[in-house]
T-cell receptor, first 115, second 118 residues
Framework: AQSVAQPEDQVNVAEGNPLTVKCTYS??????LFWYVQYPNRGLQFLLK??????LVKGSYGFEAEFNKSQTSFHLKKPSALVSDSALYFC?????????????FGQGTTLQVKP | EPEVTQTPSHQVTQMGQEVILRCVPI?????FYWYRQILGQKVEFLVS????????KSEIFDDQFSVERPDGSNFTLKIRSTKLEDSAMYFC????????????????FGPGTRLTVT
């Protein structure tokens, strides 16, 4: 079965420090991977995706993610965290058995950046 | 920048009543989706819609649910007889789709409608 795991409910980091939000996946076929961010009372905002090509993908707001096929991971990273990055982050994978591109989401990780 | 919009932002209804949640997807998108998120749980897929028909639905999407694209711009989710367990945040999403048969592009989500069933 297709699945996504985000092993950390919450990640705390000091402003200016690098951050990593972890994600591992299990899919049949080639993985199409996505990161979304949710601010309070807002919808899910697309950050970045991996479809094919370079393992390091860059996205919005200075975020990047590294695809690692051998470890089936797609960790979200940022070199220098901002307080405004504090939000709920979701990793998602396209269901490989679906012909409509439906997404399977992880449970979400709350990122808290402290000044 | 184009965005997906949803109305209302919050809907309170009594058990057994019908509700209609409305969405306006991004105008050039071809694939439309509804997801829901029960408080404290994962975002779950409900249904996808393409070419004016349901293309896929989850086991959650039973006979009490229906979707419609009545006028080429709105995309609605109807729950015929609401239950307490339908209380959740409902997200609409749309996707441009690939030139081929299967969409590969990212989905853009609306802000959600919080449905509270009492």
């Amino acid at each position: 079965a297709q699945s996504v795991a985000q092993p950390e409910d919450q990640v705390n980091v000091a402003e200016g420090n690098p951050l990593t939000v972890k994600c591992t996946y299990s899919v049949s076929g080639n993985p199409y991977l996505f990161w979304y961010v949710q601010y309070p009372n807002r919808g899910l905002q697309f950050l970045l995706k991996y479809i094919t090509g370079d393992n390091l993908v860059k996205g919005s707001y200075g975020f990047e993610a590294e695809f690692n096929k051998s470890q089936t991971s797609f960790h979200l990273k940022k070199p220098s965290a901002l307080v405004s990055d504090s939000a709920l982050y979701f990793c998602a994978v396209r269901d490989g058995s679906s012909n409509t591109g439906k997404l399977i989401f992880g449970q979400g990780t709350t990122l808290q950046v402290k000044p | 920048e184009p965005e997906v919009t949803q109305t209302p932002s919050h809907q309170v209804t009594q058990m057994g009543q019908e509700v209609i949640l409305r969405c306006v997807p991004i105008s050039n998108h071809l694939y439309f989706y509804w997801y829901r998120q029960i408080l404290g749980q994962k975002v779950e897929f409900l249904v996808s819609f393409y070419n004016n028909e349901i293309s896929e639905k989850s086991e959650i999407f039973d006979d009490q649910f229906s979707v419609e694209r009545p006028d080429g711009s709105n995309f609605t989710l109807k729950i015929r007889s609401t239950k307490l367990e339908d209380s959740a945040m409902y997200f609409c999403a749309s996707s441009e789709g690939a030139s081929g048969r299967y969409p590969t592009y990212e989905q853009y989500f609306g802000p959600g409608t919080r449905l509270t069933v009492t």
